[in-house]
Structure formats: structure tokens, C-alpha cells
């Protein structure tokens, strides 16, 4: 059984000219939450650069890896180190991503750190070196 075709009808905005004045929202945007306070971690950044660039290679905007070093004016080893975040286990790769922003002093974790974690090919053993790593860096006193 087919359905007839249904028309949907929704005002469009006019098009303005010089001397026309702009028509006042309907609804007021909602309130912004305060961004929180401090700097994102770097490597929060470096992990959702990392995700982006691979689906930038993925959908075929841009053929390789060597193709976005050039275009990003960095070496192939670097892009290389920043894409090996993609090894890490999922739930590693998004805890990076929702990392408390850092209130002072330096980001307590480093890509360098992570690239050792990268580094192991068995998802097991990075969660648990992910865990004793946060769990020795909440015993940390802030500073």
C-alpha cells in the first residue's frame, strides 16, 4: 500500500536588501554554560585531531598520512605519532577526550607516555597499565 505524497509547509525567511531591517529571532538562543575554567589537556586535543584526521583519510578528502604532514607543515614521523593515539583501546581514546581541563601548572599526562601505551598490542594489558597510571596520578598531590 502506497502513501500520497505529503507537502510540508514552513514560512521561509524573506530576502533582505539594503535598509531592511532584520527580523528579531522567534526564540531566544538558550544559555550558554560557562566553559570550564582552565585549558583543554593537549592531549585531549591531540586524540580528537587524531580522530579527525582519520576520517578525513577514510572518506577520501585526503589521500595519506604523508599528504596531511605536508598540509599541516609537520613531519610524517609527528602526524605518525599523533595517529598511533588511534591504537589505544576505545574507552582510553575517550577518557583522553573528556580529560579535566588543567587548572595549573602542566598537563599531567604527555603524548610521550601514551605512546608507550600505544605501543602494546593487547587492549587488556593497556587498560590495566591505563588504570595503575590513574590510579598513581589521583595520589599525586595537585601542583
Not at 8 to 19: D, K, Q, T
Not at 38 to 61: F, K, N
Not at 80 to 86: A, K, T
Amino acid at each position: 500500500m502506497t502513501s500520497a505524497p505529503r507537502t510540508v509547509a514552513c514560512p521561509l525567511p524573506g530576502r533582505r536588501g539594503r535598509g531592511h531591517p532584520r527580523a528579531a529571532p522567534a526564540d531566544p538562543a538558550p544559555p550558554r554554560t560557562p566553559a570550564p575554567a582552565g585549558p583543554l589537556p593537549r592531549v585531549s586535543r591531540l586524540m580528537a585531531l587524531a580522530l579527525r584526521l582519520d576520517h578525513l583519510v577514510r572518506t577520501g578528502v585526503v589521500a595519506d598520512y604523508a599528504t596531511l604532514a605536508r598540509l599541516g607543515h609537520v613531519s610524517r614521523a609527528r602526524v605518525s605519532q599523533i595517529m598511533n593515539l588511534l591504537l589505544l583501546a576505545p574507552d582510553i581514546q575517550e577518557a583522553l577526550l573528556f580529560l579535566p581541563p588543567t587548572q595549573r601548572g602542566h598537563d599531567p599526562l604527555h603524548l610521550r607516555q601514551l605512546q608507550r601505551l600505544a605501543a602494546l598490542l593487547d587492549w587488556r594489558q593497556q587498560r590495566r597499565l591505563w588504570r595503575q597510571r590513574q590510579g598513581h596520578a589521583s595520589s599525586q598531590p595537585p601542583g
